[in-house]
Every structure is written in structure tokens, then in C-alpha cells.
């Protein structure tokens, strides 16, 4: 509440308040600003309402700033790797950390082209694709797209491209393929950082988050092309390691 008795403030209602940052000082009347005060919380306005002799600040929860789906490319339904004509419009998977058993969508029936998200590491060590269970062998990764396309692998085999989160099978399969993969190093699937890059995809920026220790243990999501928010995965993440991650008062992600 911010007084208004005599009329000073009357000019804020045609201010657009709506996500503008407000920062609460206190000190002593008179005293030198802002070295003779204390900040004492900063958060972002939501609205304000004026009521005779005073202004009603309604201040907005960060946590809204989550409430955005992860997937946001879509297919193009052009063909090959935009997708099948039947695609377009659906989104493309993304994944985060290190996930296992993971669907990919088959973006290209004719080539045996799977994605499973926008990119993810380079290294297949570790990371398998099955037929059924079965786990093919990883042949040589290819160099760039026009590699993937123009080079099938050999029959029970699989070839990344990690650049484009792709595979491609070396021949086709009635049967369930799924995917063992990893999106982001080591350090990044730590579920602490793991969150820390979450936060950071969803638009928050690098000065308002404070320093994130490495804690909790490897973990991941993967999203194929649905409309899971980042708070969802964020709290699933957290409540899975133990953890938890909010603002403090100075409006610092943590």
C-alpha cells in the first residue's frame, strides 16, 4: 500500500505496471538515497489499483514466468525431416539431461528418420537406440544433415545426428524404437543445474539467478511434442532429488 492522500501519485494511473520490476528501500526520512537505505525486496508488479488516498501494488508471483510449454518448434509437414504432411503443426520433442526408454517421433517413414529433440550430445557413448529391447549398434555419427540423408547406415545399425537430435535406422521396423540418450553433459544433468538450465530456457535471465551448487543426482525429462510446461518438469525434477527451487526476496531465482 503506498499512500496517496494528497493526490502526489494520481499521474501512475497511466502507468502500465504489468510486469515492471519494484524495489522496496527502507531508511530514515530525509536520508541520503539510496546510501542511507536498505533494499529489502524486489519483485515484479502484476497491477495496481488507486483508491482515494492510496495505491494498492499486486505483485506478481515469478513462478508464472514457468507456466510456458517446453516444446515450442514445430513440424513444417514439408517432408523428410520437417515431417510427414499428417505432422504439421505438431511440436518437436525436446529432452532434457540424461533420459532412458524415451519414444522418438518418426519424422521421415520413407528414410527411417527418428528425433528425438532439437539436439542433444555429441558423444554416443552410453546411448543406445532398441528395436524391440534389441540395441543396434552405433555406427560412425554423421557430419550434417545432408550426410544423414544421403547416407543410410547398414541394416541393424544406427547413425546420430547429435546437432539435430536425429538417428537414422538402417532399416525399417514394425516394431517399438526407443532410446537411451543424453541432452546435455555431465555437469548440466546434475538435477540442481539441471534446473538452472531449465530456468534459463524459459527466459529467466543469467543476473537473476543466484549461483546454483552441483546437488542431487543425474536426472532427465523428455517432452515428445506435448504441452508440459517448465514448472511441470521443474517440480517433478526437484521432487525427485529432494530439492526444491523458488525466489527470494530480492527476486533472485534459486
Keep these: 500500500i503506498i499512500d496517496n492522500a494528497a493526490g502526489r501519485r494520481d499521474g501512475w494511473k497511466s502507468y502500465a505496471a504489468g510486469g515492471r520490476k519494484i524495489i522496496f528501500w527502507r531508511g530514515d526520512e530525509g536520508s541520503a538515497f539510496?546510501?542511507?537505505?536498505?533494499?529489502?525486496?524486489?519483485?515484479v508488479?502484476?497491477?495496481?489499483?488507486?483508491?482515494?488516498?492510496?495505491i494498492e501494488v499486486i505483485l506478481r508471483d515469478r513462478m508464472e514466468d514457468f507456466n510456458k510449454p517446453v516444446c515450442t518448434q514445430k513440424y513444417s509437414g514439408a517432408g523428410g525431416v520437417n515431417g510427414m504432411t499428417s505432422m504439421a503443426g505438431q511440436y518437436v520433442?525436446?529432452?532434457?539431461?540424461?533420459?532412458?526408454?524415451?519414444?522418438?517421433?518418426?519424422?521421415?517413414?520413407?528414410?527411417?528418420?527418428?528425433?528425438?529433440?532439437?539436439?542433444?550430445?555429441?558423444s554416443t557413448l552410453d546411448q543406445y537406440v532398441r528395436d524391440q529391447g534389441v540395441v543396434l549398434s552405433n555406427g560412425a555419427a554423421y557430419s550434417s544433415q545432408a550426410d544423414m540423408i544421403a547416407n543410410a547406415p547398414s541394416a541393424g545399425q544406427v547413425r546420430h545426428w547429435a546437432p539435430g537430435g536425429m538417428f537414422r535406422l538402417g532399416s525399417g521396423?514394425?516394431?517399438?524404437?526407443?532410446?537411451?540418450?543424453?541432452?546435455?553433459?555431465?555437469?548440466?544433468?546434475?538435477?540442481?543445474?539441471?534446473?538452472?538450465?531449465?530456468?534459463?530456457?524459459?527466459?529467466?535471465?543469467?543476473?537473476?539467478?543466484?549461483?546454483?551448487?552441483?546437488?542431487g543426482v543425474s536426472s532427465g525429462y523428455y517432452c515428445r511434442g506435448d504441452d508440459t510446461t517448465f514448472a511441470q518438469v521443474m517440480v517433478r525434477l526437484a521432487e525427485g532429488a529432494g530439492l526444491y527451487f523458488g525466489w527470494n526476496r530480492l527476486n533472485k531465482f534459486f
Design 93 to 122: 520433442p525436446v529432452g532434457y539431461g540424461a533420459v532412458f526408454n524415451a519414444s522418438p517421433v518418426l519424422v521421415d517413414p520413407t528414410t527411417y528418420i527418428y528425433q528425438l529433440g532439437s539436439s542433444y550430445e555429441t
Design 34 to 43: 539510496p546510501s542511507g537505505f536498505t533494499k529489502v525486496r524486489e519483485a
Design 45 to 54: 508488479m502484476n497491477h495496481f489499483t488507486m483508491n482515494e488516498g492510496q
Design 173 to 215: 521396423s514394425v516394431n517399438e524404437i526407443t532410446a537411451d540418450r543424453k541432452f546435455h553433459d555431465a555437469a548440466t544433468t546434475v538435477t540442481s543445474k539441471l534446473l538452472e538450465k531449465l530456468a534459463l530456457d524459459a527466459g529467466i535471465s543469467a543476473g537473476d539467478i543466484n549461483t546454483i551448487s552441483s546437488l
